[in-house]
């Protein structure tokens, strides 16, 4: 249940921002205070889906909701700058050729 909870909340803050922060499909200032905290409440959402992708992708079923040690764990982070960085070359090969 824990793994869907970060999911749940991502979405309904998702909503709640834009019930809050939109009229008319534009956004305005109108709770400004509040749009800010929802905003920030987002962000660590989001931070825990990723912890959680990042978790269920690049472990194995026995390694996973464990603390791995350093150096698994440095591993797999280069394997994900790898895969970023082969990608963002991709992308700017793309657009400079446009």
Request: hydrophobic fraction near 50%; aromatic fraction near 18%; charged fraction near 15%.
């Given at each position: 249940?824990?793994?869907?909870?970060?999911?749940?909340?991502?979405?309904?803050?998702?909503?709640m921002i834009?019930?809050?922060?939109?009229?008319?499909?534009?956004?305005h200032c109108?709770?400004?205070?509040?749009?800010?905290?929802?905003?920030?409440?987002?962000?660590?959402?989001?931070?825990?889906?990723?912890?959680?992708?990042?978790?269920?992708?690049?472990?194995?079923?026995?390694?996973?909701?464990?603390?791995?040690?350093?150096?698994?764990?440095?591993?797999?982070?280069?394997k994900c700058?790898?895969?970023?960085?082969?990608?963002?070359?991709?992308?700017?090969?793309?657009?400079?050729?446009?």
């Amino acid at each position: 249940m824990y793994n869907f909870f970060s999911i749940l909340a991502t979405f309904i803050l998702i909503i709640m921002i834009y019930l809050n922060a939109f009229v008319k499909g534009k956004p305005h200032c109108n709770h400004f205070i509040k749009n800010v905290y929802l905003y920030l409440a987002l962000s660590l959402s989001l931070c825990g889906v990723f912890i959680q992708i990042y978790n269920y992708l690049l472990n194995t079923k026995e390694n996973r909701e464990k603390l791995l040690d350093k150096k698994t764990t440095i591993h797999q982070i280069q394997k994900c700058i790898f895969i970023f960085g082969i990608f963002i070359k991709f992308m700017w090969g793309i657009y400079t050729n446009i």
